[in-house]
C-alpha cells in the first residue's frame, strides 16, 4: 500500500492542486517511485489511498501500468490518517503479510532484507529505520535488541554527542493482518501513536530493521528543492523543464525546476528555484531561492498552519526560501 491522502501543507501552495505524492521530480510523479521501487521487489498489486485532490494521483498513476504495477484506489471522504487509510483499505490487505510505504519518499533500501528480519523476528509490524547522525528533524525511534520500545521527540546533537545516533522511521513498514486488532476503525489514527505503542504495550512483537541506502523525504518546500536539485546533479543538469516551457535566449536559468507551460522572459534571472504550472517570469525580473505558483492557484485563499509566508508578484505568488 502506498499512503497518498496527506494535504502536504509544509509543502503549499505546491500542493494547491494536488496532493504531495503528485508532485514531479525530474519529470516524474513521486509516488511513481514508490510504486517502482515496490514493483522492483515482485509487489505488483498496490493499493492507494486518496483524499486530498485525488484526481492528481489518478493523472500521476493511472492503472499503474506505466511503473509495472496494478493498482487499486481507495477514497477516503474523511481523512483517516496513517493507521486509519490502512484500517479503510482492510478488504483488500488482509490476506497475509502486506507492506506499507509513504508516498513521499525516494529510497533503494533493501526490501528484501527488511522482509527476512521481519519473518526471523515473527513479528507483527517491522518499522524499517534509519541512523539520523544529523539530528535531522524526524521523531526518534526507540529500540532494544531489534524490538521497538516507543517513539520520542525531535533530535538534538547535543543529546547524541559520543554515543550511536537516533534512529528515523522512513515511512516503510512490513505489517501481518493481526495488526488490525490495534487500528480503531473509521476513525483518523496515526500509527506511531495511536497503534504500535498499542501493540508493544499489549506484549506483541514489533521488530525495528536498521537499513542501510539512500533514503530521501520530500515533505518541505526546501527539501524537494534541494533533493531534486541533488538527483539532478548526478545526471549533470540543473535545470528541469516540464512540457511546454518557453525559456528567452537572454534570460539566465540555473538551479532550477519548471513545471509545465512555464515561461521565463527577456532578462529575467532565475536560480535556486521552483517554477510551477503555468509560471511566467515577466522580463527582467529575478527568482532567486523560491518557489512560485501562479497567483489564481491560491487567491483569496488562507495558507495553511504550516505553510511558508508568500507574496503576490504581478502575476504570480512567491514563496521565499530565504532564511
Known amino acids: 500500500m502506498i499512503l497518498s491522502a496527506g494535504y502536504g501543507t509544509r509543502l503549499w501552495p505546491l500542493t494547491e492542486d494536488r496532493t504531495k505524492p503528485a508532485i514531479p521530480i525530474l519529470g516524474k510523479p513521486l509516488v511513481g517511485y514508490v510504486a517502482e521501487y515496490l514493483a522492483g521487489y515482485g509487489c ?133 493482518p493481526a495488526i488490525f486488532d490495534y487500528i480503531p476503525r473509521g476513525v483518523f489514527s496515526h500509527s506511531t501513536t495511536d497503534v504500535y505503542p498499542q501493540a508493544v504495550a499489549a506484549g506483541e512483537q514489533v521488530a525495528v530493521h536498521v537499513a542501510e541506502g539512500n533514503w530521501y523525504e520530500l515533505s518541505t518546500i526546501e527539501r524537494y528543492l534541494d533533493i531534486s536539485l541533488q538527483l539532478m546533479s548526478r545526471t549533470g543538469v540543473d535545470v528541469t523543464m516540464g512540457a511546454g516551457c518557453n525559456i528567452s535566449k537572454s534570460a539566465a536559468v540555473k538551479e532550477a525546476i519548471l513545471w509545465d507551460n512555464v515561461i521565463v522572459e527577456d532578462g529575467a534571472r532565475v536560480s535556486r528555484a521552483i517554477l510551477a504550472d503555468n509560471v511566467r517570469v515577466p522580463a527582467g525580473a529575478v527568482i532567486t531561492n523560491a518557489a512560485v505558483v501562479h497567483a489564481s492557484l491560491v487567491a483569496g485563499k488562507d495558507p495553511p498552519a504550516k505553510a511558508l509566508k508568500g507574496e503576490f508578484r504581478d502575476d504570480n505568488f512567491v514563496v521565499s526560501l530565504a532564511e
Open 44 to 176: 505488483d498489486e498496490i493499493v492507494v489511498n486518496l483524499h486530498h485532490r485525488p484526481e492528481s494521483v489518478r493523472r500521476a498513476l493511472g492503472d499503474g501500468g506505466t511503473f509495472g504495477v496494478r493498482l487499486h484506489y481507495v477514497e477516503e471522504p474523511e481523512i483517516l490518517g496513517t493507521s486509519g487509510g490502512i484500517q479503510n483499505a482492510r478488504a483488500l490487505l488482509d490476506d497475509g503479510t502486506f507492506i506499507v510505504v509513504n508516498g513521499k519518499i525516494i529510497t533503494d533500501i533493501d526490501l528484501n532484507a527488511a522482509l527476512e528480519t521481519h519473518r526471523r523476528a515473527r513479528a507483527i509490524a517491522t518499522l524499517v529505520v534509519l541512523p539520523n547522525p544529523s539530528c535531522a528533524r524526524f521523531s526518534i525511534v526507540k529500540a532494544s535488541n531489534g524490538m521497538l520500545l516507543g517513539f520520542g521527540g525531535m533530535p538534538s546533537k547535543d543529546d547524541f554527542v559520543g554515543n550511536d545516533p537516533p534512529l528515523m522511521f522512513t515511512g516503510i513498514q512490513i505489517l501481518e
